[in-house]
């Protein structure tokens, strides 16, 4: 090796890299070989010419002014259409001193001294978003630093495998230890082409506990137990990439947990509750027969036809058959006053799903 290229790679180690440092570090024997020492540095034949040697000092140069910097954003996986706040953080160099450039897609956005952060909002699903920065110090030097991301979203949907009447068009809600199944249904676009859910990583989440069994590629839904007491609030969480990790999006969805319930309506001439409205009180002439239903909602499908429907009148157990939903109510023809009327609803299968009601008949 040329005596001039090692005196020259030897001064440009020492004082960038911390040549001195490096090698006291490494408990070296007293008999030090420099020639061995460069060879390990610089991680293969050492340069034969100065323009090599250049070369790998501007090289060595350029990832000094990269390293220790970073561009973080908030949120760190943005969906379409979001706002995304983008600080840059370094230990290579005061960022307050620093005049700092922000190139969005290739076009300058802002620029200043001390200008560490950024916002903007994100484009359509399949945007590629680059963010680049220069960063030039009081002292003429200069520091670049960039991250790229591609915008995806994702939809989280729920349902509760618990069992609501036929003419109730709502959501069946979560009730204590009933079964829930999410699904993620991920949109996700790269070149033009929507990636199928089935290439796509998932990490699942419960309440903040990584679900690892229920994770993996081609995992888009997870099922789990609710919690016993009512009115806890579980938090499901997924993060979606695809296996290079160009795309990721995490999503959140948060599912309560009820009480089974019990409404009472009015059965029909044609048989079948009236929708209309729930029987809370309701008058009734002496001599007359009326039937009322107990329609049911959020007990686990396990428990299927095993409810059990446990009726009382003015406190007193009517007998009637335990599994009938509905109870015919004939006033004597001498009755007077009110009558309370209560049923309580029970699981078979779970002791803890029970739900109770009650109504008054004014008699006219």
Same mark, same amino acid.
């Not at 561009?71 to 706040?85: D, K, N, S």
């Not at 939809?155 to 003419?167: G, I, Q």
């Not at 099922?223 to 979606?240: L, M, R, T």
């Given at each position: ?26 408990? #070296? ?10 060879? =390990?540095?610089?991680? %293969? ?30 949120? /760190?996986?943005? %969906?379409?259409?979001? /706002? ?21 897609? *290739?076009?300058? =956005?802002?620029?200043?001294? !001390? =200008? ?35 915008? *995806? ?25 009933? #079964? ?11 070149? *033009?082409?929507?990636? !199928?859910? *089935? ?11 990584? #679900? ?13 137990? @609710? ?38 309506? $009015?059965?029909?001439?044609? %048989?079948?509750?009236?929708? @209309? ?9 002496? !001599? /007359?027969?009326?039937?009322?239903? @107990? ?20 406190? =007193? ?18 009755? @007077? ?15 803890? $799903? ?11």
């Amino acid at each position: 090796m040329n005596k001039h290229i090692k005196i020259l790679f030897i001064i440009f180690l020492a004082l960038i890299l911390g040549f001195a440092g490096v090698v006291l570090a490494q408990d #070296q024997p007293a008999a030090i070989d420099p020639e061995s020492i460069l060879k =390990q540095l610089y991680g %293969g034949p050492l340069p034969t010419t100065t323009e090599d040697v250049f070369k790998f000092m501007l090289e060595r140069q350029a990832e000094q002014r990269v390293s220790g910097s970073s561009i973080e954003f908030t949120p /760190e996986f943005p %969906g379409p259409g979001e /706002e995304v706040a983008v600080v840059l953080t370094s230990y290579s160099f005061d960022v307050n001193a620093a005049h700092i450039t922000w190139i969005r897609n *290739g076009r300058v =956005q802002t620029a200043g001294r !001390g =200008q560490k952060s950024y916002r903007f909002r994100t484009g359509a699903v399949g945007t590629r978003e680059s963010i680049e920065l220069v960063a030039v110090t009081p002292a003429g030097d200069e520091f670049k630093t960039s991250r790229t991301l591609y915008i *995806g979203d994702a939809d989280l949907l729920w349902r509760a495998e618990t069992a609501v009447p036929p003419e109730y068009a709502g959501k069946a809600l979560a009730s204590p230890r009933s #079964q829930v199944l999410v699904a993620a249904i991920p949109n996700f676009v790269l070149a *033009g082409r929507l990636l !199928g859910s *089935g290439s796509l990583m998932y990490e699942w989440t419960l309440d903040d506990r990584p #679900q690892t069994a229920k994770s993996g590629i081609g995992q888009n839904s997870f099922s789990f137990s @609710a919690a016993v007491a009512p009115g806890a609030v579980h938090e499901v969480s997924v993060k979606i990439s695809n296996l290079d990790k160009t795309i990721v999006r995490e999503k959140p969805v948060f599912i309560t947990v009820y009480n089974p319930e019990v409404l009472i309506y $009015e059965e029909t001439a044609s %048989g079948g509750p009236n929708p @209309a409205r729930t029987v809370n009180n309701v008058s009734m002439y002496a !001599g /007359e027969t009326r039937s009322f239903r @107990a329609s049911s909602y959020y007990f686990a499908k396990s428990s299927g036809d095993k409810l059990k429907f446990k009726w009382t009148l003015q406190n =007193q157990n009517v007998p009637e058959d335990d599994t009938t939903e509905v109870l015919s109510v004939t006033l004597t023809n001498d009755a @007077a006053g009110t009558a309370l009327v209560g049923v309580l609803v029970e699981g078979a299968n779970n002791i803890i $799903e029970r739900a109770l009601t009650n109504f008054l008949i004014n008699i006219l």
